[in-house]
Each structure stands twice: as C-alpha cells, then as structure tokens.
C-alpha cells in the first residue's frame, strides 16, 4: 500500500517509505508540501474537486489517480481517501491508501479522463468547465445506475 496523510489543506504530513521509492522523493522534500506536488498534468481537474467535496462532507473517497514521480515518470493508483477524526469526532487531517491500479482500470479511466480534459480546455478551465467535465464523468455512472463508489469499486 502507497500512503501518505495530510494536514486540511492538503499538506504532506506523513508518507510510507513505498510511496518515497515511487515517487523518487527523500522525506524532507515532501513533508509539509501541498499534495499537488505529484499532481499529472493529464488529470481533470474536477476529479479533485470530487475529492474535496467529498472530504468536506466528512465523506470518503474512492478514485483512480494519475501521479507524477521526481523524475518525470508516472503511475496510476486506485486511491481511498479519508478524513481523520479526534476524539471529539473533530476533522484532523486525511489519510490516502492506495495500490497500483490494473490494466483494465488504468484504459478505461484514462479514456474517460482524455474526454473530461478536453472539456475543461473546450469551456476554456473557466467556471462551468469543472460542471461540463464532472457531467461527462456522472452521465458514464448513471448509465451503470449505480454511485461514483460503487462504479469505481467496481471496476476496481
Ligand atoms: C490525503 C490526500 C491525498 C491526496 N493524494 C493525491 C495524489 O496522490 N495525487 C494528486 O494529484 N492529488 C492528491 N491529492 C489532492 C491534492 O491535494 C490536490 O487537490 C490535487 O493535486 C490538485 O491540485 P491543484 O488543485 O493544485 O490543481 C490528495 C489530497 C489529500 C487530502
């Protein structure tokens, strides 16, 4: 498992020593830096904005993640991100457990992704772009007529 935790804005707080060897990061590099700090330039935006609003809700979030190692290099992750609660039910930070995504998954969210990115570009990333690529994403679920954590476990 790849894992990393967060402060609430998204900074690096902790990471496992596999997600160091992938990434090619020494500790100090990323410790207290954004996450975006492996962000690929190929994912849609609105896949993070999912993610953010999902978290806000106090809610868990499943999803299939393109990241950017050091070196230029890349990988595909099934991701499972959470919030951390205290023990006065307070949100404390997030938590990312992820493992290598298959073959299957990795063709068929990027295809999906391709058609999400070329609509941020085509409403020019202004504000209705994130609507436009998160409709794409939402009309490909709502065919399966099941959630965006049930489709993605799914093929997962
Ligand atoms: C616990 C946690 C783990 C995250 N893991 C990743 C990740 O693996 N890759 C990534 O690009 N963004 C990850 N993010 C999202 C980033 O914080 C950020 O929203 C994203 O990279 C988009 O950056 P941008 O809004 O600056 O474009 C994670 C966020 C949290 C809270």
Request: glycine content about 4%; overall charge negative; charged content about 25%.
């Amino acid at each position: 498992m790849i894992v990393t935790k967060t402060d609430l804005k998204g900074r690096i707080t902790y990471a496992n020593e596999k997600f160091l060897n992938i990434c090619v990061f020494q500790e100090e590099d990323i410790l207290d830096e954004p996450h975006n700090i492996i962000r690929h330039p190929d994912m849609p935006k609105a896949v993070f904005r999912l993610l953010w609003d999902t978290l806000k809700r106090g809610e868990e979030f499943f999803g299939v993640i393109k990241n950017m190692c050091s070196d230029g290099s890349f990988y595909w992750v099934f991701a499972n991100i959470t919030p951390s609660f205290d023990e006065n039910n307070m949100v404390i930070g997030y938590f990312s457990v992820r493992r290598f995504a298959n073959k299957e998954l990795i063709n068929i969210m990027s295809h999906l992704y391709q058609k999400m990115m070329q609509e941020e570009k085509r409403h020019n990333n202004d504000k209705s772009a994130i609507e436009a690529s998160i409709k794409i994403l939402t009309d490909v679920i709502n065919e399966q007529g099941v959630s965006y954590n049930e489709y993605l476990i799914s093929l997962a």
